[in-house]
């Protein structure tokens, strides 16, 4: 037998596709975006049909099935292999003992790859959903779901023609019977937790209250890594010493900071950099365009990639490091978190259990095991078929409340915006924190309070002049002889400063005491001057020192006398060298120590630009996709 079946599956695929409009194509190219990208980028309508029932893009798209999808497909293709044995059955398998010829040609016959279209009444009835009802209305939506997604395809005739591989991947998993409608958690009734007065209010403070937090850490933590950017181990993720001191600045747990490490290198907020003294990992320039963003636009990119990173960021698998900036490999983590959510999106108010312990209790028939049973439904390929499912879904638990997705056991508006999706999340953010403050209130015992967020301009004035003192629903600042000194450091004079904070007080001057304290400050603020001297040119023949300083051709240098035989340049060495050189001169390069030093030829290297995502793309590939098709 050979695979002419699974070569007239492809075609049949094909025609489906032809059969779509340009948004339709580009929807579904969006939707299996990740899948693909690690496949090259198709020139035919059959090649994006080869990439879509390939065995490795196959497998990742079923993990994304819920229960009903997954039934029905791995139903239509259990019946297909059976119509294919019964209308042709495949050679025997050779003997013990048979030559190469013999055993190569029963691997090419491609007998696995063997299918026959099924008829849909068949799929229905081998699922119990002949007769209609609820059963048979969610095994039709689910082949329709197939069909746009590609995972199966409609032949003239009606039938039903799935990919070959399918078999391979489904018939190890025990699906269980047909289930119409997702089961929901059983709700809680422990004492203090069913009774409790939980209403729609107290979700949207709960979210809000943790986004706040979640912003404010967030910024904290990315100030800290432009400042010092932080050294990662020779084997990839960082030291323990630099996620303590990471969490220290930021004002977070260490689990929750690894968190925020991994979702700032996902949204592309940071980047790892070799260096000559290894890799280190600090902002972008999409840092700086962050920002300028307001607030609650500043966690959409971190939460969209939250919903698809391929970790659990803060769950460490038992006798390993904790660590964080490691690229992840857990597939299923996405369908994961996407199941979960969709189980807490179906408890009502006040039926929740609380998070549930890390690490969780192994005993059947608590909060978390009910969630994990309703969540089976939704993705069953991502759940409970993987290893530690409860300990991996604890901690995405407490990695959802952080983020402000969940409370008290259910989605806050926030997680059901995300788990509709993850793209356009900025409005529903933009509701849930309040806007950036322009003025802080100053007061006489030398603080200011900002009570609320402040934009990104006051705050770097205040942290400029003053010491950051207190966070919380308020910011404090104090003012003392040193954060003044800092600020005067910056260039700014007592004038400027005193301008700047009395364009930005709430009550239009600023008290008297600060005004001394700056005043005071600046007058013993520059009695000593420290010039700036990028090199000195030595010589003991001062008459040549005397030739240099005067000379007309070296005025960009910048050269100043500083004793007889001492002149100091503005410019680099080597930038100093080339002048001097230029001018006539036959200079000679000294080290730190007075030994002459031998110059070697410098070597320059460039970072290659990272490859940018366009959101056009898939339209612009399904319009050329089609039009070939067209024109065939």
Same mark, same amino acid.
């Given at each position: 037998m050979t695979n002419l079946k699974a070569v007239e599956g492809l075609d049949t695929l094909t025609r489906s596709l032809a059969r779509r409009t340009p948004q339709q194509l580009a929807a579904l190219l969006t939707r299996h975006a990740e899948p693909l990208a690690r496949r090259p980028a198709p020139t035919q309508l059959?090649?994006?049909?080869?990439?879509?029932?390939?065995?490795?893009?196959?497998?990742?798209?079923?993990?994304?099935?819920?229960?009903?999808?997954?039934?029905?497909?791995?139903?239509?293709?259990?019946?297909?292999?059976?119509?294919?044995?019964?209308?042709?059955?495949?050679?025997?398998?050779?003997?013990p003992g048979a030559d190469y010829q013999s055993l190569m040609a029963h691997r090419l016959s491609f007998a696995h790859l063997a299918g026959e279209p099924v008829p849909p009444e068949e799929v229905y009835a081998a699922l119990g959903a002949a007769e209609p009802g609820p059963a048979r209305?969610?095994? =039709?939506a689910a082949l329709h779901a197939l069909y746009d997604d590609g995972l199966a395809a409609p032949t003239e005739d009606g039938t039903i023609v799935v990919p070959p591989r399918t078999p391979q991947l489904l018939a190890a998993h025990d699906l269980g019977p047909f289930a119409a409608r997702a089961p929901r958690p059983a709700p809680e009734t422990a004492p203090g937790i069913a009774g409790r007065a939980t209403t729609a209010e107290s979700l949207l403070d709960e979210s809000r209250a943790a986004a706040a937090t979640l912003a404010a850490t967030l910024e904290r933590l990315l100030a800290s890594l432009a400042r010092q950017p932080a050294a990662l181990r020779k084997s990839g993720g960082l030291t323990i010493r630099e996620i303590k001191r990471l969490a220290k600045e930021a004002g977070a747990a260490e689990p929750h900071t690894r968190l925020l490490l991994d979702l700032a290198l996902a949204a592309d907020l940071i980047a790892l950099t070799r260096t000559p003294a290894g890799i280190t990992a600090l902002p972008t320039g999409a840092y700086d365009d962050w920002l300028a963003r307001p607030p609650g636009e500043?966690?959409?990119?971190?939460?969209?990639?939250?919903?698809?990173?391929?970790?659990?960021?803060?769950?460490?698998?038992?006798?390993?490091?904790?660590?964080?900036?490691?690229?992840?490999?857990?597939?299923? #983590?996405?369908?994961?978190?996407?199941?979960?959510?969709?189980?807490l999106a179906t408890v009502p108010l006040g039926a929740g259990a609380p998070l549930p312990p890390l690490p969780p209790e192994a005993a059947e028939h608590t909060p978390l095991h009910n969630v994990l049973a309703a969540a089976d439904w939704h993705r069953p390929l991502a759940v409970t078929e993987q290893p530690m499912a409860a300990d991996r879904a604890a901690h995405t638990l407490h990695e959802a409340a952080c983020l402000g997705l969940t409370a008290h056991g259910t989605l806050t508006p926030l997680g059901r915006a995300l788990l509709a999706d993850p793209r356009v999340?900025? =409005?529903?953010?933009?509701?849930?924190?309040?806007?950036?403050?322009?003025?802080?209130?100053?007061?006489?015992?030398?603080?200011?309070?900002?009570?609320?967020?402040?934009?990104?301009?006051?705050?770097?004035?205040?942290?400029?002049?003053a010491d950051r003192e207190s966070e919380g629903h308020a910011v404090t600042w104090r003012f003392t002889p040193a954060s003044v000194r800092r600020a005067l450091d910056t260039g700014r004079t007592a004038e400027t400063l005193l301008d700047a904070l009395g364009a930005?007080?709430?009550?239009?001057?600023?008290?008297?005491?600060?005004?001394?304290?700056?005043?005071?400050?600046?007058?013993s603020h520059g009695r000593m001057r420290v010039l700036p001297a990028a090199c000195c040119i030595r010589s003991d023949d001062e008459a040549l020192v005397a030739e240099l300083a005067a000379h007309r051709?070296?005025?960009?240098?910048?050269?100043?006398?500083?004793?007889?035989?001492?002149?100091?340049?503005?410019?680099?060495?080597?930038?100093?060298?080339?002048?001097?050189? #230029?001018?006539?001169?036959?200079?000679?390069?000294?080290?730190?120590?007075?030994?002459?030093?031998?110059?070697?030829?410098?070597?320059?290297?460039?970072? #290659?630009? #990272?490859?940018?995502?366009d959101p056009g793309a898939p339209l612009l590939l399904a319009q050329r996709l089609l039009g070939q098709a067209a024109g065939v």
């Open positions: 059959r090649g994006l049909a080869s990439a879509l029932w390939s065995y490795e893009v196959l497998h990742q798209l079923v993990i994304h099935l819920d229960h009903p999808r997954l039934q029905v497909l791995a139903t239509t293709a259990r019946i297909s292999q059976e119509r294919a044995a019964d209308a042709a059955p495949g050679p025997a398998a050779p003997a209305a969610a095994a =039709e500043r966690l959409a990119p971190v939460l969209a990639a939250w919903s698809a990173l391929w970790a659990v960021p803060t769950h460490t698998p038992f006798g390993e490091t904790p660590t964080a900036l490691v690229r992840g490999h857990d597939r299923h #983590a996405p369908a994961l978190r996407h199941a979960l959510l969709a189980a999340l900025d =409005e529903p953010l933009r509701d849930l924190l309040p806007p950036l403050l322009q003025q802080a209130h100053f007061q006489a015992d030398l603080t200011a309070v900002v009570p609320g967020r402040p934009a990104p301009a006051l705050d770097g004035l205040l942290g400029a002049a930005a007080s709430a009550a239009g001057d600023l008290p008297q005491p600060l005004g001394y304290l700056i005043q005071d400050t600046a007058r051709a070296l005025r960009d240098l910048g050269l100043r006398a500083i004793a007889p035989t001492v002149l100091v340049s503005s410019r680099p060495p080597a930038a100093t060298l080339e002048a001097l050189r #230029a001018a006539g001169y036959a200079p000679a390069l000294e080290s730190d120590t007075g030994a002459t030093t031998v110059e070697r030829l410098p070597t320059h290297r460039t970072k #290659a630009p #990272a490859p940018s995502r």
